[in-house]
């Protein structure tokens, strides 16, 4: 991606339909996957406004957010100061490039690395996924949310674009709702990569299999009904054949 990221838009979605699920489903996966014991060194590359990061640091995690948007840092930060004194001291906020990420940090630093829609923003891939290797330690646990290229047409079709829909079957780059070029990635080329890295892929879930095409400013339904779109999509994105066909991919990877 080239300039700033425009995290004023990103602030602004925080609590639309799609973005509620998005993170609602990221939680409970990373749950399945994360224990609340022993206490974990968790990395959160692309931290942004904290959410994930937060909720491992509640859970009694070592929390270190790493983003380059002091908005969104700050953003964070005053999430964080309504928090316990033991939760706030539980989270280390670092401002810098992903791309820096070996330069920050030392091998094997970290049990366990969270990259959520960051993957998306690079050209080229690889130097990132090296760096995630570098730091996760032996054993350690790698969580990775991109966005599907292998059902890349799924969003503008159902949206009536045929022209951006019919040119998504053959490239993985698309523009997003916040007005960024990005990139996906298709699953099968990503577990290649991540296991030339030693990190083999144990788990992967679709997140917004059926929540994707709604309008970037879709409010929250009543409770009822949210808890209902979040059993649906849940479900969805652990079966067959939904999660092959959601916006995006959760995968889970281990290091060997």
Avoid: K
Avoid at 8 to 16: D, H, I
Wanted: with cysteine; aromatic share 6%; proline share 5%.
């Amino acid at each position: 991606m080239s300039g700033e990221f425009p995290s004023e838009q990103w602030r602004a979605r925080l609590g639309t339909l799609r973005q509620v699920v998005r993170q609602e489903l990221v939680t409970r996966q990373v749950a399945a996957h994360v224990p609340d014991q022993p206490a974990l060194r968790v990395l959160d590359i692309g931290c942004g406004q904290g959410t994930q990061a937060l909720l491992l640091a509640q859970r009694g995690h070592s929390v270190t957010g790493l983003d380059s948007s002091e908005q969104l840092l700050d953003h964070f930060r005053g999430v964080l100061a309504d928090e316990p004194e033991d939760v706030r001291a539980r989270v280390h906020l670092v401002r810098g490039d992903a791309v820096a990420l070996a330069e920050l940090f030392g091998p094997d630093a970290f049990d366990v690395v969270l990259c959520h829609g960051v993957l998306m923003y690079f050209a080229d891939p690889a130097p990132l996924l090296d760096a995630i290797a570098h730091v996760v330690a032996p054993g350690g646990l790698v969580s990775l949310l991109v966005r599907n290229g292998d059902a890349l047409a799924m969003r503008p079709g159902l949206l009536g674009d045929w022209e951006t829909a019919n040119a998504a079957f053959e490239g993985t780059g698309y523009h997003n709702r916040i007005g960024v070029d990005a990139r996906a990635d298709r699953l099968e080329e990503l577990t290649a990569e991540l296991e030339r890295r030693e990190l083999a892929v144990s788990q992967w879930y679709g997140v917004r299999v059926f929540t994707d095409p709604v309008a970037s400013d879709a409010e929250l339904p009543d409770e009822a009904m949210l808890q209902a779109v979040f059993s649906a999509e849940e479900r969805a994105g652990r079966t067959d054949p939904y999660r092959h066909v959601a916006a995006l991919l959760h995968v889970i990877a281990t290091r060997e």
